[in-house]
Antibody, heavy 114, light 109 residues
Framework: EVQLVESGGGLVQPGGSVRLSCAAS????????MTWVRQAPGKGLEWVSV??????TYYADSVRGRFFISRDNSRTLNLQMNSVRDEDTAVYYC?????????WGQGTLVTVSS | QSVLTQPPSASGTPGQRVTISCSGS????????VYWYQQLPGAAPKLLIY???QRPSGVPDRFSGSKFGTSGTLAISGLRSEDEADYYC???????????FGTGTRVTV
């Protein structure tokens, strides 16, 4: 079964850093385009970043220069979040593909607060 | 932030038909497929309709999609209580070179 499981979320102070991970089963992260999408509390879906199979990366304007997408190995996708801001508070989902996105993980909540 | 526009809410009684619109532009829906995602309460989005009107395996045929010009439509017929969810449209945007999502529609049964 194809599945994604995110981890690493939690409470982080403004200006701090946090690293999210996404573990894949049933397929390899290294052989696929992979995307991060976030959803602020009570809000809609916001595309964050994508990594292509050749390691080319793209970012939303709101996170460029602060967030970094990467792969650890064939099964793990990461999102390094630096200099976080209040507006980065959201559930972060990883998903297979660049478009369409399918499937999605269950998400991990990042709360930025002092 | 969202590039595609949806009505914030839609509702119906069990058995009724509900439609949700998704308005975009020439750079997204006008030239690319429309996709629909269902997000049940507390859950992750799930692909519901792809390539304008195709259903992934396991999605009931009560759900259907269509596209005309720069707009897409999701229809839910024979509405059921388990259809209560948020629905998001999406499409690739050739100008932004990334996918864009709709504002989301909450369906109440």
């Amino acid at each position: 079964e194809v599945q994604l499981v995110e981890s690493g979320g939690g409470l982080v102070q403004p200006g701090g850093s946090v690293r999210l991970s996404c573990a894949a089963s049933g397929f390899t992260v290294s052989g696929n385009y992979m995307t991060w999408v976030r959803q602020a509390p009570g809000k809609g879906l916001e595309w964050v970043s994508v990594i292509y199979d050749d390691d080319t990366t793209y970012y939303a304007d709101s996170v460029r220069g602060r967030f970094f997408i990467s792969r650890d190995n064939s099964r793990t996708l990461n999102l390094q979040m630096n200099s976080v801001r209040d507006e980065d508070t959201a559930v972060y989902y990883c998903a297979r593909g660049s478009w369409p996105l399918d499937p999605w993980g269950q998400g991990t909540l990042v709360t930025v607060s002092s | 932030q969202s590039v595609l526009t949806q009505p914030p809410s839609a509702s119906g009684t069990p058995g009724q038909r509900v439609t949700i619109s998704c308005s975009g532009s020439n750079s997204n829906i006008g030239t690319n497929y429309v996709y629909w995602y269902q997000q049940l309460p507390g859950a992750a989005p799930k692909l519901l309709i792809y390539s304008n009107n195709q259903r992934p395996s396991g999605v009931p045929d009560r759900f259907s999609g269509s596209k005309f010009g720069t707009s897409g439509t999701l229809a839910i017929s024979g509405l059921r209580s388990e259809d209560e969810a948020d629905y998001y449209c999406g499409a690739w945007d050739d100008s932004l070179n990334r996918p864009v999502f709709g504002t989301g529609t909450r369906v109440t049964v």
